[in-house]
C-alpha cells in the first residue's frame, strides 16, 4: 500500500487460524485497505474498544466467542460498522441466522479473492452510508431540539439561536409564552449549554407560594425572625450561586418582593428576613411569565424599573397552535418517550391529522399527556382516533371556543359574525382565496361560495 494514499477503509480481520489471517491481511493491504487482525472474538473486542473499523471480516466458528456473538457484541460497542461473516461449514440455516442477526454479507470458504473484495466494496459504502445518515440525524436534532424542545417551525429555530447565542453569558433572560409552551425546559437549556452547568439547576414558581413563605424561599430567613422560624434557612438565591436561578410567573410577585428582587439584581447581594447582613450573590437569573408585563407595567401593577432589569433579553415561545406544523415532530418525540421499547407504536394518518387541527389550550404539556394517554389505552400497534380524549376528537379546545368568543344572552348576528371573519381572513391574507380558506379551515370551493352569498346580500 502507498503509504502517502489514505486507506480506502479500516477493517478488522477475525480468524483463530494465523495462516488465514495473515493471507486475508496481505490481500487486503495490497488492494489500499488498512487492517488490523484479531485471534478469537474476546480480541477483536479488545482491539474494537481502542480504535473503530469500517468492516468487521470474521470467521463464524470460533472458540468461547463465536462470529455470531461476536457480531451482537459489536452491534452495541460500534453500531456504525458492518461485519461480514466467514465460514467453511456453509449452509442456509447458518447464513439466514447470521443475516437475521444483523450480519451485511456471508462467505463461505475457501474464499474467492474477487468476492471478497467485491463484499467488502459493498460493505464500505455501506458503513459510510450509515455514519453519513447518522450524522446528519444529529445535525437535524441539534437543529431541531434543545434539551428535549422540538421544532422546526421558524419561530422555534428562532429561540434555538437565541438560545445558542447567550446561553454562555451571565445575562437575565426574560422568557414570554403561555403555559405549556416548555418555559422551564427552555431555562433548562440556557443552563445546561453555560459554564454553569456543572452546578444543580434551581426553579421556583413565585405564584405558587404565599408572599411571606415566598420571600423566606428565595432570601432565606434568620433563626427566629418569626414565628416557626427555629434555625437559621439558607435561601435560593444563596444555594444558587454560582448557577442559575428559574423563577416562572414572575409577573405575579406582589410589589413588596418586586423592591427585593430589583435590589438583588442591581446590587448582587441579598439579605436573609429577620438578618442584618449583607450577602454577596453570583446568580443567573431566567425568568418567565405568561402575562403582558409591558401591559402591567403601564397599569402600574409591576415596577418599570424591575421590567428593565429582567427584559435583558426577552425570548418569546410560541403557543402550538401558531406552529401546527411541529406536532407531527412532536407526537413523534412523546411516542419514543413514552412507548415500551419492546413493542413498536405508531400514529394512524387519520389520528394524527386531528392531533394537528386541534388548538391545543394546554400547548405542549398537553399534546404530552394526550400522547401518553393514547399509548396506555390504545389496544393495537397503531393509535386511531378512538384512543384520543374527545374533546380532542370534537375540536373543542374549551366552553368559550378557539376565539374566546362568549354569546351573550341577547344573541348574536351569526351571518355578520361570519362575514367579518371572512372579510379579516382576506385581509390577512392580502386578498389570497386559497391561503383566506386555510386560515378559516375552510377547502377554497367553499369559501368562494360563502363570498357569493355575502356580495348577494
Known amino acids: 500500500m502507498n503509504a502517502a494514499a489514505a486507506p480506502r477503509g479500516r477493517v478488522l480481520v477475525v480468524d483463530d487460524e494465523r495462516h488465514q489471517r495473515d493471507i486475508l491481511e496481505t490481500i487486503l493491504q495490497s488492494e489500499g485497505y488498512e487492517t488490523a487482525a484479531a485471534r478469537n472474538g474476546r480480541h477483536a473486542l479488545q482491539i474494537a474498544r481502542e480504535q473503530p473499523f469500517d468492516v468487521v471480516l470474521t470467521d463464524l466458528k470460533m472458540p468461547d466467542l ?173 444555594q444558587a450561586s454560582g448557577s442559575t436561578l428559574f423563577l416562572d410567573e414572575v409577573g405575579d410577585l406582589k410589589r413588596d418582593l418586586q423592591v427585593k428582587l430589583l435590589r438583588a439584581l442591581q446590587e448582587r447581594e441579598i439579605m436573609r428576613v429577620g438578618g442584618t447582613e449583607r450577602v454577596k450573590i453570583d446568580v443567573r437569573i431566567v425568568a418567565a411569565t405568561n402575562r403582558d408585563l409591558e401591559a402591567d407595567v403601564r397599569a402600574g401593577r409591576f415596577r418599570e424599573d424591575l421590567f428593565y432589569r429582567l427584559n435583558v433579553i426577552p425570548l418569546l415561545l410560541p403557543p402550538l397552535r401558531e406552529r401546527r406544523t411541529d406536532i407531527a415532530l412532536l407526537v413523534e418525540h412523546f411516542m419514543r418517550k413514552y412507548a415500551d421499547p419492546k413493542r413498536p407504536r405508531d400514529v394512524s394518518e387519520k389520528a394524527l391529522e386531528i392531533l394537528s387541527g386541534y388548538d391545543w389550550p394546554g400547548n ?94
Open 66 to 238: 463465536d462470529g455470531i456473538a461476536l457480531l451482537q457484541e459489536l452491534g452495541r460497542s460500534q453500531p456504525g460498522a458492518c461485519v461480514v461473516l466467514m465460514t467453511a461449514h456453509g449452509t442456509i440455516d447458518s447464513a439466514v441466522e447470521a443475516m437475521r442477526k444483523g450480519a451485511f454479507d456471508y462467505l463461505t470458504k475457501p474464499l474467492e479473492k474477487d468476492v471478497l473484495l467485491v463484499v467488502l466494496s459493498r460493505a464500505l459504502e455501506r458503513t459510510r452510508l450509515v455514519r453519513e445518515n447518522r450524522m446528519l440525524q444529529e445535525q437535524l436534532r441539534d437543529r431541531f431540539r434543545i434539551e428535549n424542545i422540538v421544532g422546526a417551525h421558524g419561530s422555534m429555530q428562532d429561540v434555538f439561536r437565541i438560545v445558542h447565542k447567550v446561553a454562555a453569558s451571565n445575562s437575565t433572560v426574560l422568557i414570554y409564552g403561555e403555559s405549556g409552551t416548555g418555559k422551564e425546559l427552555v431555562a433548562k437549556a440556557l443552563h445546561h449549554q453555560s459554564e454553569r452547568r456543572d452546578r444543580p439547576f434551581y426553579a421556583v414558581n413565585v405564584a405558587a407560594l404565599p408572599e411571606s413563605i415566598l420571600e423566606a424561599e428565595l432570601f432565606g430567613h434568620e433563626k427566629g425572625a418569626f414565628t416557626g422560624a427555629e434555625s437559621r434557612k439558607i435561601g435560593l438565591f444563596e
Open 364 to 457: 405542549v404539556r398537553q399534546l404530552e399527556s394526550v400522547i401518553e394517554r393514547a399509548l396506555l389505552l390504545s389496544e393495537g400497534e397503531t393509535i386511531v382516533p378512538a384512543d384520543l380524549p374527545a374533546a380532542v376528537r370534537a375540536g373543542l379546545t374549551s366552553a368559550r371556543g378557539p376565539l374566546g368568543l362568549d354569546i351573550p344572552d341577547s344573541g348574536i348576528d351569526l351571518e355578520g359574525v361570519e362575514r367579518t371573519l371572512i372579510l379579516k381572513a382576506l385581509e390577512k391574507t392580502e386578498g389570497n382565496v386559497s391561503r383566506a380558506a386555510r386560515l378559516l379551515g375552510l377547502s377554497r370551493r367553499t369559501l368562494q361560495y360563502r363570498l357569493e352569498k355575502i356580495q348577494e346580500s
